[in-house]
């Protein structure tokens, strides 16, 4: 594991890193000072201004969409969307995958065999399946999504730090803290943990896209966020029914999905050079 | 290598009895019944129906008959389609699914392959950077934004080709669909053989070919081809899955009445039978793909079947 100070050098010198992460630090920004700077508002329809073209003029800088309302302010609570799912389904899916992993690579032997085969088993499921029956047994309620796009993400960070674990285990300060009586919690969430920061950084990364993808594909197909309320899933399932004639309301949506999926992409690969994640494994 | 294939089969029984009991427990978990969203009906009516379908006794006995019905095929009627059972919906619709997937997995492939290799070959050229950062891309857009701008573009714009697939007949349909599924795949693959094949390219019985005389396209066709493939073989089950969940997409865009749709028609109107029906096949053909592959990885590398 490098010093943080040399991690922070090579982020700074990592073009990748910078221009993505410069990107969405934009992206985020204009998300959340956007809907309050703009004199309109998410749910006001104005039938006077149905379908209007991006413009310069009155605050309309990505058009209105088919009821009037200002596509602007609506993308941007797209975002905002996409940003919380990002938060929530990566601290489900670290929390999970971290408590996981280490417990069965602390413990070895049996329980790690039953509990990877049990990984493995789950891995070869079509997991988005299963959420969309969630989705239709119980009620769409936002932090249901949430976690649940949380809880099927945690697979691949639960076996990296299963691999790092084991070999974490076998170094002398584990066998000090177990000679003086410390507890396994404790050895799992105060002595390991600690030295697992530099991959779960990385799987992080590359968690969040895949959650925000769930996330779009469930409100694309009309079973993720509800109206009035939106995301960028649903401004594109709103954009394809009305492309002909309006092809802004599917453009700038997809484009905005595209560019943070890209980032956050970038961003992952870019994470795993600096940390080096192959050399710790 | 028969062993071996009895064994795997084994193995894949829990995990299709895991699903079923999952998908089976959220159904059921679910708050409210399947009748109550509709008109009152009567008290009487109401017994009738939730007799019918079984929904009056308690749940590990629905779900011994469920499970007994399934193990003979039946996975039970639908709530919706009030003509149908499930099976048969299922039976109409996955043809058109599987002839959609199956093109596109041919060609993600076919073309995922070819440029990796290139890319491989001609590694840091420009081509080498233009096929990766073309993967990067189709990496991280996902199907439902791919598609309706190859739609936009290549439909409504320059009118190339159909963009809906009622009234269209001939196989100029298909086209849309299968590049919207493929071009994801195409990426990965791409991906996968370029790594692969720059490790195979850097082995010792490549150097030996190579100090033979063979030529470039010799050396990859009879020796790095096969061994620069097998990642790729391994990642199929992850596309197969990743083909599945695309379709249900593509159909909803292009208006295919294939099992996609019917799912997401179902999950909307809280087609309990329906949906439950779908997770469970297709969760079984994902598992059953798996096993396809891992037994196909056996007979392609010696050293898997030995262990």
Same mark, same amino acid.
């Given at each position: ?39 309109? =508002? ?14 310069? @003029?009155? %605050?309309?800088?990505?058009? @209105? ?54 990984? =493995? ?5 079509? %997991?988005? %399946? ?42 002398? %300060?584990? =066998? ?82 595209? @560019? ?12 795993? =050079? ?8 | ?33 399947? +009748? ?57 619709? +996955? ?39 073309? /993967? ?16 936009? +573009? ?63 396209? /010799? ?34 865009? +292009? ?53």
């Amino acid at each position: 594991m490098t010093t943080f100070a040399n991690i922070l050098r090579r982020v700074r010198k990592s073009r990748a890193v910078l221009i993505s992460g410069g990107l969405l630090l934009g992206i985020v920004v204009a998300a959340i000072a956007g809907p309050a700077l703009s004199p309109h =508002d998410y749910l006001q329809t104005n039938f006077n201004e149905l379908l209007q073209r991006p413009a310069t @003029t009155g %605050f309309r800088f990505f058009g @209105t969409d088919d009821l009037g309302r200002d596509l602007f302010v609506r993308s941007m609570l797209g975002v905002q969307v996409t940003i919380i799912v990002a938060i929530v389904a990566s601290v489900v899916s670290l929390v999970i995958g971290v408590t996981y992993g280490a417990v069965a690579g602390y413990f070895g032997g049996r329980v790690d065999a039953l509990m990877m085969r049990f990984v =493995d088993t789950l891995y070869a499921l079509p %997991f988005i %399946f299963f959420v969309i029956l969630l989705m239709v047994a119980f009620e769409r309620n936002f932090l249901l999504i949430f976690v649940a796009i949380g809880a099927i993400n945690w697979l691949d960070m639960a076996r990296i730090v299963r691999g790092q674990t084991l070999s974490l285990r076998e170094r002398e %300060f584990v =066998d000090a803290a177990r000679l003086t009586g410390v507890s396994a919690p404790r050895i799992i969430f105060r002595h390991i943990a600690p030295n697992l920061i530099g991959v779960v950084i990385v799987y992080v990364t590359l968690t969040i896209p895949q959650a925000i993808l769930v996330e779009s594909f469930l409100s694309f197909l009309g079973l993720g966020i509800q109206e009035p309320q939106t995301s960028l899933g649903a401004l594109v399932d709103a954009g394809v029914n009305q492309m002909e004639g309006a092809s802004w309301m599917l453009l700038i949506p997809a484009a905005l999905l595209a @560019t943070i999926l890209l980032c956050f992409n970038f961003l992952g690969d870019a994470m795993r =050079d600096v940390f080096d994640a192959r050399d710790a494994q | 290598m028969l062993r071996y294939a009895l064994l795997r089969l084994l193995g894949a029984i829990p995990t299709l009895l895991l699903v079923i009991v999952l998908a089976f427990l959220m159904v059921h978990a679910a708050p409210g019944g399947p +009748f109550d969203d509709e008109r009152v009906l009567p008290p009487e009516t109401r017994a009738a129906l939730e007799a019918a379908y079984s929904l009056d006794e308690p749940l590990h006995q629905q779900f011994l008959a469920y499970l007994s019905r399934l193990a003979h095929g039946d996975l039970g009627p639908s709530y919706r389609y009030r003509d149908h059972t499930v099976g048969e919906l299922i039976g109409s619709a +996955f043809p058109v699914s599987l002839k959609l997937g199956a093109m596109a997995m041919l060609l993600a492939v076919g073309i995922g392959v070819t440029a990796g290799s290139l890319a491989a070959l001609r590694r840091n050229t420009a081509l080498d950077r233009a096929v990766m950062a073309m /993967a990067m891309t189709g990496i991280s857009i996902p199907v439902f934004v791919i598609a309706p701008l190859l739609v936009l +573009f290549l439909a409504v714009k320059l009118q190339w080709l159909p963009a809906g697939w009622s009234g269209n007949e001939g196989p100029g349909r298909f086209v849309l669909p299968v590049i919207a599924l493929a071009l994801p795949q195409i990426a990965y693959i791409a991906r996968l053989t370029r790594a692969s094949m720059i490790d195979v390219l850097a082995s010792d019985f490549v150097r030996t070919a190579r100090a033979q005389g063979l030529s470039t396209l /010799a050396i990859v066709r009879y020796h790095a081809l096969k061994p620069a493939m097998l990642p790729v073989l391994s990642y199929m089950g992850p596309a197969i899955a990743a083909i599945l969940t695309g379709s249900v997409v593509v159909e909803e865009i +292009f208006g295919i009445p294939g099992l996609g749709q019917f799912f997401v028609r179902g999950a909307l109107n809280r087609d309990y039978t329906l949906v439950l029906g779908i997770v469970i096949f297709y969760a079984a053909l994902v598992v059953l793909l798996n096993l396809v592959v891992d037994l196909l990885y056996g007979l392609i590398d010696p050293r898997i079947r030995r262990r």
